[in-house]
């Protein structure tokens, strides 16, 4: 009975170890008492620190830790001892090379009969790749703003024949406030004229149906002189409902420009 027992928690081990190795998780177990830290093998590869069979205690933990987060994952786990908060935090790394890696960490805190704190077990992942992908849609969505924000067109996106959202350009455009034009058919800001022709385009756009995806017409401003202008269209997902994203661009100075030549 007790060899069964034992092959079953070897087996328990063995899987226990290809599902953490499958998730790229690193395991670890620290005596609180002693000062004895026990890393499986993955964290010494996430760590990037040579496992050299000897026991290793806390210290080494933090000499592998970026020096900008020492102080905080040294109280992190000084809060999690006390029982103030669960351990979860993340943090950076310094590996041999000077490469930095970003790590998530979690952790349990085991307490003796009288509630000090024992044993501290819990895992670390590698989270470099997420944290750069993040950083590199933040700079993207920042990049972008700058462009909707800083363009020379008018940008605006119209759902249920409403417009959504209108940049500073086109606020300019139109000579409204963005909560004016929050409360207008899109179509009052075209010329009467070209409002049916306008309205099949965007109808056929949103059924998926051929129309133009880039025309003139003329923006009739609030208080303003009649405007020549292009639009370009695209159907986009806002609100996860579809709609029009237009961006349109005044072409005063184009049609004067044609008209002399004439």
């Known amino acids: 009975e007790r060899k069964l027992t034992e092959q079953k928690l070897s087996i328990l081990a063995e899987r226990l170890s290809l599902a953490t190795q499958a998730a790229h998780l690193g395991v670890w177990d620290w005596d609180v008492v002693n000062d004895i830290l026990v890393w499986d093998e993955n964290v ?5 620190v040579d496992n050299k ?10 000499a592998c830790l970026h020096p900008g987060d020492i102080e905080k994952v040294d109280r992190e786990v000084q809060a999690a001892l006390a029982g103030d908060k669960d351990f979860n935090t993340s943090f950076r790394i310094i590996q041999r090379d000077r490469s930095i890696r970003h790590m998530s960490g979690r952790a349990i805190v085991h307490r003796s009969n009288n509630g000090e704190p024992v044993r501290m077990v819990g895992i670390i992942r590698d989270i470099t790749d997420q944290i750069n992908s993040e950083t590199a849609l933040k700079n ?6 700058t462009l909707v924000e800083k363009g020379n067109d008018g940008i605006v996106i119209l759902q249920d024949n409403v417009i959504m959202f209108a940049n500073t350009r086109m606020i300019h455009l139109t000579n409204c406030s963005l909560e004016e034009l929050q409360t207008k058919h899109f179509l009052e800001f075209i010329v009467p004229e070209d409002r ?25 401003p609030v208080a303003k002189m009649v405007m020549p202008v292009e639009i370009s269209v695209t159907v986009i997902e806002y609100e996860r409902k579809f709609a029009i994203m237009a961006i349109i661009r005044d072409i005063t100075e184009r049609k004067k420009a044609e008209e002399e030549v004439r």
Not at 44 to 48: A, M, R
């Open 196 to 220: 049916e022709r306008i309205s099949g385009y965007y109808q056929k756009q949103l059924a998926g149906k051929k129309a133009p995806t880039s025309y003139e017409t003329a923006l009739q």
């Open 44 to 48: 010494y590869v996430l760590f990037d």
């Open 140 to 145: 993207s969505e920042a990049k972008y703003a």
């Open 53 to 62: 069979g000897e026991s290793i205690n806390f210290k080494v933990w933090k």
